[in-house]
C-alpha cells in the first residue's frame, strides 16, 4: 500500500487542571488516504474537533496542549515544528473549513478580501492572478454571480453561501488535506446535499484527503469511505462505512446509531374534543430592505393558513428563509402581519392592542433555536425561570418554588437553579428553556428548531422531554425545523413551506408517503443517508 496522505499516531493532548477529565485526546491514532472521507463521529466533548485542531496547531496552548504522540505529513512531524514552519502548512497544504462560517468569517471585510488573504499570505503576488483564482474557485464551489459575490459581505450571504465561501478560503490553495468541522450541521437538507456531493467532487478532482467531524450519522452513511467512533477523547470503534453502519461492535456505536430518528412517521394523535386552538387564515407579511434603487421586497409569509388542535403537534418544514420563522412570530404577535387572521381559542389576536395582548401571550410560548443566546448570561437559571410567571401577577416565592419543580420535570436537579447558564451544556441550556416556556402553563408551545445543533443522543433526549411534556400538559405544539427525520418523529401533521407560501399540508403519514408537491418530494430524496439508516 502506498504510504497514507496523514497519519496520526497515538496522540494524546492534555487538559487544565480542575477540567472534567485529564485528556480532551488519549492514545488516538487515525490514518487518512489520498482520494478518501474520513469521518470521525461521536458527541460533543468526544475530543473530535480537539484532533482535528491539533492537526493545525490550533489548540489554546499552553492550556490545552499535545502530550504524546506524532502527526506524520509529508514525511515531518507536524507536533514537532515551529510556529513559522506551521505557517506555512496551514492553508496551503492543510485546510479547514470551520462549523460556524458567520464566527468564522470577518464580518468587516468582504469575501473577495478574505480568501485574497490566502493567497497573499502564500506569496501570490499578482493581483489579477489572485482576482482570477478566487473568482474560479467560487465558480467551482457553485457560488452564483462569482463577481458579485467577491464585494460581498458576509451577512449579506445566505448560510449555504457562507458555507461554500468558506470551503472557497479552504480550497483556493488546492490543499492536500481538507479538516471539515461539522460544516454541514446547521444547514437544510437541500442545502447540506448540494455541499456533501460539492466535498466529494472537488476530492476526487483535487486530489483530496478529507477528515470529515460530524455527530450526524445520515451524512456518515451518504459520504464516508472509513469512520472512527469517538467517545470520551478515545477512538472506540475503527473501520469502512459497511462494517461501522452495518455492523456497530461497540455499544456506543449502537447507541449513537439507535439515536437516530427513523424517516418512518406515527400515526398521527388526535385529541378527543377535536378544539381547534389555533387557526391562522390567510396571513401575510412583506418586509423591504436596501435604499431607492436597490430597495427589495422579500414575501416572508404569503397567505398562510394553519390550524392546530389542542395537543396536536403540527410540523412546519422547509428550507431556511422559507418563512418559518417568520410564521412563529406572526402567532405570537413578535412581528406584525400585513393582513390575515390569528385566533387563539377563537380570539383573533391581530387587532389586539398592545395591553390587550398582554395575558394572550402567556398562553403562547417559544423554546428558541439557540438558548445560549435566548438565556441572559447574568442572571441565574431559577431567576430566569420564574420571570415570566412574576411579570404576569405571580408572587415571587411561588413563582421560585415552580422554577425549581420545573428543572426537576425537565431532569435536571433543583440545585442547578442557582447557576448560569454557561456553565450548563447545550442540551442542558434547552431543557432550561423548555422549563422556562412551561412556567407560565402555556396552551400552545412553538419550538423554533430546538434541536438542529444537537448530538444525536442529547436531541432523542429533548425529543422524548417535548413528547412527554405535551402527554403530560395536553399541549398543542406548532414545531419548526428542517430536519425532516425529526419531523418524522415529533409531528402529527406537516406543512411545507417555500418561499413564504405553504405548498403541502396534511397527516405527516400521507405526506411522507405520498408528497403531492415536487419541493416535498426534493426535501424528501436530499435528506443525507436515507436508504441506509
Known amino acids: 500500500m502506498s504510504e497514507p496522505l496523514l497519519a496520526i499516531e497515538r496522540l494524546t493532548v492534555d487538559l487544565p487542571p480542575g477540567a472534567d477529565r485529564a485528556h480532551a485526546v488519549q492514545d488516538v491514532s487515525l490514518v ?4 478518501e472521507i474520513l469521518c470521525v463521529v461521536g458527541e460533543s466533548g468526544s475530543g473530535k474537533s480537539v484532533t482535528a485542531r491539533a492537526v493545525l496547531d490550533l489548540l489554546p496552548r499552553p492550556r490545552v496542549r499535545p502530550s504524546a504522540g506524532r502527526v ?27 462549523q460556524e462560517p458567520m464566527s468564522a468569517l470577518n464580518p468587516l471585510m468582504t469575501i473577495g478580501r478574505q480568501i485574497e488573504e490566502v493567497l497573499e499570505r502564500h506569496g501570490e503576488r499578482d493581483r489579477r492572478m489572485r482576482h482570477d483564482r478566487i473568482v474560479a474557485t467560487l465558480e467551482d464551489v457553485g457560488l452564483p454571480e462569482p463577481e458579485r459575490t467577491l464585494g460581498a459581505y458576509p451577512h449579506q450571504l445566505s448560510g449555504g453561501q457562507r458555507q461554500r465561501a468558506m470551503i472557497a478560503m479552504a480550497l483556493v490553495m488546492e490543499p492536500a488535506v481538507l479538516l471539515a468541522d461539522e460544516p454541514t450541521t446547521a444547514l437544510d437538507v437541500t442545502t447540506q446535499a448540494q455541499i456533501l456531493a460539492l466535498i466529494r467532487r472537488l476530492m476526487a478532482e483535487h486530489h483530496t484527503g478529507v477528515m470529515f467531524i460530524t455527530h450526524d ?12 467512533v469517538m467517545q470520551q477523547g478515545r477512538v472506540v470503534e475503527y473501520g469502512t462505512v459497511d462494517m461501522v453502519l452495518g455492523a456497530p461492535q461497540h455499544p456506543y456505536t449502537r447507541e449513537l446509531i439507535a439515536a437516530v430518528p427513523g424517516l418512518t412517521p406515527k400515526r398521527a394523535r388526535r385529541a378527543a374534543a377535536g378544539r381547534k386552538l389555533l387557526n391562522v387564515e390567510r396571513v401575510s407579511k412583506t418586509f ?23 395537543g396536536e403537534t403540527l410540523g412546519l418544514v422547509g428550507e431556511s428563509g422559507s418563512g418559518k420563522s417568520t410564521v412563529a412570530r406572526l402567532v405570537t404577535r413578535l412581528v406584525e402581519p400585513d393582513r390575515g387572521r390569528i385566533e387563539l381559542d377563537g380570539i383573533d389576536l391581530v387587532p389586539l392592542a398592545r395591553s390587550a395582548m398582554r395575558p394572550q401571550r402567556k398562553r403562547v410560548q417559544i423554546v428558541f433555536q439557540d438558548p445560549y443566546g435566548s438565556l441572559n448570561p447574568r442572571r441565574r437559571v431559577a431567576q430566569i425561570i420564574a420571570e415570566g410567571p412574576i411579570v404576569h401577577g405571580v408572587a415571587p416565592a411561588q413563582a421560585f418554588r415552580r422554577a425549581y419543580e420545573l428543572l426537576e420535570l425537565v431532569g435536571l436537579d433543583s440545585k442547578s437553579g442557582e447557576r448560569f447558564p454557561h456553565e450548563f451544556s447545550g442540551g442542558q441550556r434547552q431543557r432550561i428553556g423548555i422549563a422556562r416556556a412551561l412556567a407560565v402553563e402555556p396552551q400552545l408551545l412553538i419550538a423554533d428548531e430546538p434541536v438542529s445543533a444537537l448530538d444525536v443522543s442529547v436531541q432523542a433526549q429533548v425529543l422524548r422531554l417535548l413528547a412527554d411534556i405535551r402527554e403530560r400538559f395536553h399541549l398543542a405544539m406548532l414545531f419548526i425545523t428542517h430536519d425532516l427525520r425529526v419531523a418524522a418523529e415529533v409531528c402529527d401533521t406537516i406543512a411545507v413551506m417555500r418561499h413564504g407560501e405553504v405548498v403541502e399540508h396534511g397527516p405527516t403519514v400521507d405526506v411522507f408517503r405520498e408528497p403531492r408537491h415536487a419541493y416535498t418530494r426534493e426535501l424528501l430524496g436530499a435528506v443525507p443517508g436515507r436508504n441506509r439508516i
Not at 450519522?217 to 472512527?228: C, K, L, N, P, T
Open 217 to 228: 450519522f445520515g451524512v456518515v452513511a451518504e459520504v464516508a469511505d472509513r469512520v472512527a
Open 288 to 310: 423591504a430592505s436596501g435604499w431607492f434603487r436597490h430597495r427589495r421586497t422579500v414575501h416572508a409569509a404569503r397567505d398562510v393558513s394553519l390550524a392546530i388542535e389542542a
Open 72 to 98: 506524520l505529513f509529508e514525511g515531518r512531524d507536524l507536533l514537532q515544528l515551529d510556529r513559522e514552519a506551521m505557517r506555512a502548512i496551514r492553508g496551503r497544504r492543510i485546510s479547514m473549513i470551520f
Open 32 to 35: 487518512l488516504n489520498r482520494e
